[in-house]
């Protein structure tokens, strides 16, 4: 299995204040993906990163914020947290794929369960 | 928008054999994933399809036609452990995967 640990794994906080999801992988892959998954929903990307420093948006960025300072640690960021945004969150990394391509199949953390009360 | 459909649940009994369809209809195709998630937990890799055809994986295999848009996971010799929910997900671009809402499996004795 990949290295790959998210801390918290559970937190509860209150509507209007920041939070920081951390994802720390020890396998050196080059790309980190956050995504949320929620009932009726599955698994929806929020940002992903191409390398360290490099992010983009995917289809839920609004309301987070990430950063990438290091390659084994890939930061989500809830600046100010809405009841909206009670979900579980998974980071997942991905290297070099069996078929050679240089971003392949992804290895996901273990979650983590938020809940903005 | 991006499109990726499956059945919401399925029941199926152990020893036998069961089939999760996945039909899509995206802007691009870089390959086809498959994940198995039990409740509580995270998804595991399962199988890769890019080009048409049959991958096998022991128990698992999993089929792929782009040109039509569908690719199945077929579960043989089902086990009560295999009930989880299946999800099917397209790489569209370079990068990031689009996952359908997934297949709740229930494997019953």
């Known amino acids: 299995d990949a290295g790959i640990t998210q801390s918290p794994r559970h937190k509860v906080t209150e509507t209007g204040t920041p939070v920081t999801l951390r994802c720390h992988q020890t396998?050196?892959?080059?790309?980190m993906y956050w995504y949320r998954q929620d009932p009726g929903h599955g698994l929806r990307l929020i940002h992903y990163?191409?390398?360290?420093?490099?992010?983009d948006k995917g289809e839920v960025s609004d309301g987070y914020s990430v950063s990438r300072s290091k390659t084994e640690d890939f930061l989500l960021t809830l600046e100010s947290a809405t009841s909206s945004q009670t979900s579980v969150y998974f980071c997942?990394?991905?290297?070099?794929?069996?078929?050679?391509?240089?971003?392949?199949?992804?290895?996901f953390g273990p979650g983590t369960r938020l809940t903005v009360t | 928008g991006q499109n990726i459909d499956q059945p919401t649940e399925m029941t199926a009994t152990e020893g036998a054999i069961v089939q999760i369809n996945c039909t899509y209809q995206?802007?691009?195709?870089?390959?086809l994933f498959w994940y198995q998630q039990h409740a509580g937990e995270a998804p595991t890799f399962l199988s890769y399809?890019?080009?048409?055809g049959l991958e096998e994986k022991g128990r698992f295999s999993s089929f792929l036609s782009r040109s039509k848009g569908y690719s199945y996971l077929l579960l043989k010799e089902l086990q009560m452990k295999d009930s989880a929910s299946y999800l099917c997900a397209v790489k569209i671009s370079g990068y990031a995967l689009n996952f359908g809402k997934g297949t709740s499996l229930l494997v019953t004795p």
């Open positions: 995206t802007s691009g195709f870089n390959g």
């Open positions: 399809n890019v080009l048409d």
């Open positions: 396998e050196n892959h080059r790309y």
């Open positions: 997942a990394i991905s290297g070099r794929g069996t078929s050679g391509d240089a971003a392949g199949e992804q290895y």
């Open positions: 990163s191409y390398g360290v420093k490099d992010t």
